[in-house]
Nanobody, 123 residues
Framework: QVQLVESGGGLVQAGGSLRLACAASGRNSSSYCMGWFRQSPGKERAIVAAISGNGVGKYYAEAAKGRFTSSRDNVKNTVYLQMSSLKPEDTAEYYC????????????????WGQGTQVTVSS
């Protein structure tokens, strides 16, 4: 079992930045691939980024490339999503998730989920 707790969401103006954090706990949690997903009302939950257990492998959705950066600190058991140049369309609930499958892009690949943190980008 892996427990995940996100933090760092909030309200930001377009063009601004936010850093989300996801604290993981549980046996071998630092070895799991971690994914960041987002979901806005009326839309399906979609992958934003994923990072492998050792932090070397990374995946970014097209909408995140060049603006978002994922990283992890396995000593602190925390994964981060640095978001820059934010746009109103980035407004969503952001979730972190954990999986044994490396760099999975589907939500079904991730059995463990955090509770989510809201990101709102004003224009």
């Amino acid at each position: 079992q892996v427990q995940l707790v996100e933090s760092g969401g909030g309200l930001v103006q377009a063009g601004g930045s936010l850093r989300l954090a996801c604290a993981a706990s549980g046996r071998n949690s630092s070895s799991y691939c971690m994914g960041w997903f987002r979901q806005s009302p009326g839309k399906e939950r979609a992958i934003v980024a994923a990072i492998s257990g050792n932090g070397v492998g990374k995946y970014y959705a097209e909408a995140a490339k060049g603006r978002f950066t994922s990283s992890r600190d396995n000593v602190k058991n925390t994964v981060y999503l640095q978001m820059s140049s934010l746009k109103p369309e980035d407004t969503a609930e952001y979730y972190c998730a954990a999986s044994r499958l490396s760099l999975g892009v589907a939500s079904t690949h991730y059995p463990y989920w955090g509770q989510g943190t809201q990101v709102t980008v004003s224009s």
